[in-house]
């Protein structure tokens, strides 16, 4: 474990010591392909139902330890969704994380920063830097946070749904240079309305936007279209979509869940009638109310409980 992150770790301890919260920056040094952007000033407001945080140049976790007593080694890092444009952080982080806790697992929330070209270099791979550092850093400290390094698991919502099936198919690429040899591939990967595709026919327009811009290459396009980078190394997932979803096409599940056969990896895909989208862990007495009851029983089944 390095220096720092003791010192991080301490330093928060001491600042959350009546909070089960803790914050670990992600990286110790410049940010990979930033760009110093003295207006991009982070800020966190509630409107329209849900709590966003914006503008975010320090990327980190928020973590969540499962209580000593019922840490049973796992551990999911939680990529909240909103567009590229926002993050979540309420109801699909913290309250998220929160859930699981409740099973034992231990979770962090990501905050990663959103794509945009004044803060930098190449706006389509910073969230990924973001993501692929975070499973590192988490496997590279797994002892002293009491974590099993074989059950690391990805979870995303909406874009952040697209986050954690980019890093699911690109934990290999080489986005920046990382600090030593740590893998970044999640053990498994739980994807709730996700975004998967940058194909305009089926894509949340917004997310292919902010990710890639208003021309992408079709270069661009199948690269981040990540129903077809799936590959016999592509972890296990739980995917879970909504027929009357509005915003993001049930498709890019379906696409995802199919690709997903025809390597044979394990994925389990729960599709309801109803929800619509952005619902969290449930907001109603439809049926898609109970996919974190079907989430808790599948990760039984892979061996995360």
């Known amino acids: 474990m390095t220096k720092q992150f003791i010192f991080i770790v301490i330093l928060f301890v001491s600042i959350t010591a009546f909070s089960q919260e803790k914050t670990i920056n992600l990286w110790s040094g410049p940010v990979p392909g930033s760009i110093e952007n003295p207006d991009w000033i982070e ?60 099973m034992g697992i231990s979770a962090f929330v990501l905050k990663y920063r959103l794509p945009d070209d004044a ?5 389509s791979i910073g969230p990924l830097q973001d993501a692929q550092e975070a499973i590192r850093l988490v496997r590279r400290n797994a002892k002293e946070l009491h974590i099993n390094p074989n059950k690391i698991g990805i979870m995303g919502y909406s874009a952040g749904g697209h986050l954690a099936s980019t ?69 296990p ?33 729960h599709i309801y009638e109803q929800g619509g989208h952005g619902y969290g862990l449930g907001r109603s007495a439809n049926t898609e109310s109970s996919w974190p009851v079907a989430c808790k029983l599948w990760l039984k089944s892979r061996g995360f409980l």
């Open 43 to 102: 800020t966190t407001d509630s409107n329209n139902g849900w709590t966003k945080t914006r503008l975010i140049t320090n990327p980190r976790l928020d973590f969540y330890p499962a209580k000593p007593d019922e840490n049973n080694g796992t551990a999911v890092v939680i990529c909240p969704g909103g567009g590229y444009w926002g993050i979540a952080i309420d109801h699909e982080g913290k309250q998220t994380a929160e859930w699981l806790n409740s």
């Open 119 to 123: 803060i930098m270099i190449d706006q």
């Open 167 to 235: 890093l699911s198919t690109h934990f290999n690429e080489k986005v920046y240079q990382a600090a030593d040899t740590t893998s970044a591939r999640p053990d498994f990967s739980l994807l709730i309305y996700p975004v998967i595709s940058m194909d305009a026919a089926i894509t949340h327009a917004g997310s292919r936007l902010f990710l890639l811009g208003e021309d992408p290459s079709e270069e661009q396009v199948k690269c981040f279209s990540n129903e077809l980078q799936v590959n016999a190394q592509t972890p």
């Open 237 to 269: 997932a739980f995917m879970v979509h909504s027929l009357d979803d509005q915003v993001v096409p049930v498709q890019n599940s379906m696409n995802y869940a199919l690709a997903m056969k025809k390597f044979n990896v394990h994925c389990e895909l």
